[in-house]
Nanobody, 122 residues
Framework: QVQLVESGGGVVQAGGSLRLSCAVSGRTFSTYTVTWFRQAPGKEREFVSAVSWTGNMYYQDSVKGRFTISRDNAKNTVYLRMNILKPEDTAIYYC????????????????WGQGTQVTVSS
């Protein structure tokens, strides 16, 4: 069984930064793609960024140049560094994992964390 635990959310002013962490249990972390999704009130959950098991990185257009995803296989952890935060980035951020190939689709992910709240004030 794979478990994911997010941390690092909080309240920040527009233009500020946060770093989210996703700690993943399990011996086969290096074979998983790990992805960040977010869900704002009244909206559907949406793809934010992913790092594949091969180390390829993917971003939603609205966060390119502001967010950076990385993984540390030795620590079984994926990070999402978020800079130049905007009020529209306010959401609950979830990390999710799946074996092998990357996907932007929520339904393709088998394992989910509980989410961490990010609030950006204007």
């Amino acid at each position: 069984q794979v478990q994911l635990v997010e941390s690092g959310g909080g309240v920040v002013q527009a233009g500020g930064s946060l770093r989210l962490s996703c700690a993943v249990s399990g011996r086969t972390f290096s074979t998983y793609t790990v992805t960040w999704f977010r869900q704002a009130p009244g909206k559907e959950r949406e793809f934010v960024s992913a790092v594949s098991w091969t180390g390829n990185m993917y971003y939603q257009d609205s966060v390119k140049g502001r967010f950076t995803i990385s993984r540390d296989n030795a620590k079984n952890t994926v990070y999402l560094r978020m800079n130049i935060l905007k009020p529209e980035d306010t959401a609950i951020y979830y990390c999710a994992a799946k074996r092998s190939a990357y996907s932007m689709q929520v339904t393709q992910y088998d394992y989910w964390g509980q989410g961490t709240q990010v609030t950006v004030s204007s």
